[in-house]
T-cell receptor, first 113, second 112 residues
Framework: NAGVMQNPRHLVRRRGQEARLRCSPMKGHSHVYWYRQLPEEGLKFMVYLQKENIIDESGMPKERFSAEFPKEGPSILRIQQVVRGDSAAYFC???????????FGPGTRLTVT | QKEVEQNSGPLSVPEGAIASLNCTYSDRGSQSFFWYRQYSGKSPELIMSIYSNGDKEDGRFTAQLNKASQYVSLLIRDSQPSDSATYLCAVNGGGSNYKLTFGKGTLLTVNP
């Protein structure tokens, strides 16, 4: 996880609240991938973004989830009206777009109570 | 739907032995293959990437790829207790979208 930053590292939300997860890619990287890891399950792709563009959101639930990667600032994964099933570890990874080795950030562990 | 399957664990080996981890994938168009190590409660750490058929060695780790058989493996020689972790096989389809499809992982325990 050389340089990919995520915050917060742990997030507790009550059902119905909003969760905002932030990811700052490695310096010089402009491509960000978000993955979710549910308890006892593998990592699942959610969304792929470049600066100001969503390239592939095929893994993201159609409702309550959204993602952005503005020209300035971190990428944000937003979950509205959280439910218990959203409790998981959310990881982001970044690349320059010229190679495909992905390095992961430390993750945000979301707990919905 | 693209799938990545890993041999079911857990896998337990004595210290100093060779640990062998296996992975198969369903998408024949896959071009890039990766092994990640994940300690409990931590994020995945890239340990090997392989792109062409054959073997690739890096220290105690050797990745093997056979595209005809759609098979990837990771060998860990001289296993150490610090190698105890879950090993994730990941595959991407190439092109300009590098999203990864992961297996569920194999838990490896190296016993002192």
């Amino acid at each position: 996880n050389a340089g990919v930053m995520q915050n917060p590292r742990h997030l507790v939300r009550r059902r119905g609240q909003e969760a905002r997860l932030r990811c700052s890619p490695m310096k010089g990287h402009s491509h960000v991938y978000w993955y979710r890891q549910l308890p006892e399950e593998g990592l699942k792709f959610m969304v792929y973004l470049q600066k100001e563009n969503i390239i592939d959101e095929s893994g993201m639930p159609k409702e309550r989830f959204s993602a952005e990667f503005p020209k300035e600032g971190p990428s944000i994964l937003r979950i509205q009206q959280v439910v218990r099933g959203d409790s998981a570890a959310y990881f982001c990874a970044s690349t320059t777009g010229q190679e495909d080795e992905q390095y992961f950030g430390p993750g945000t562990r979301l707990t919905v109570t | 739907q693209k799938e990545v399957e890993q041999n079911s664990g857990p896998l337990s080996v004595p210290e100093g032995a060779i640990a062998s981890l296996n992975c198969t994938y369903s998408d024949r168009g896959s071009q890039s293959f990766f092994w990640y190590r994940q300690y409990s409660g931590k994020s995945p750490e890239l340990i090997m990437s392989i792109y062409s058929n054959g073997d690739k060695e890096d220290g105690r780790f050797t990745a093997q790829l056979n595209k005809a058989s759609q098979y990837v493996s990771l060998l860990i020689r001289d296993s150490q207790p610090s190698d105890s972790a879950t090993y994730l096989c990941a595959v991407n389809g190439g092109g300009s979208n590098y999203k990864l499809t992961f297996g569920k992982g194999t838990l490896l325990t190296v016993n002192p």
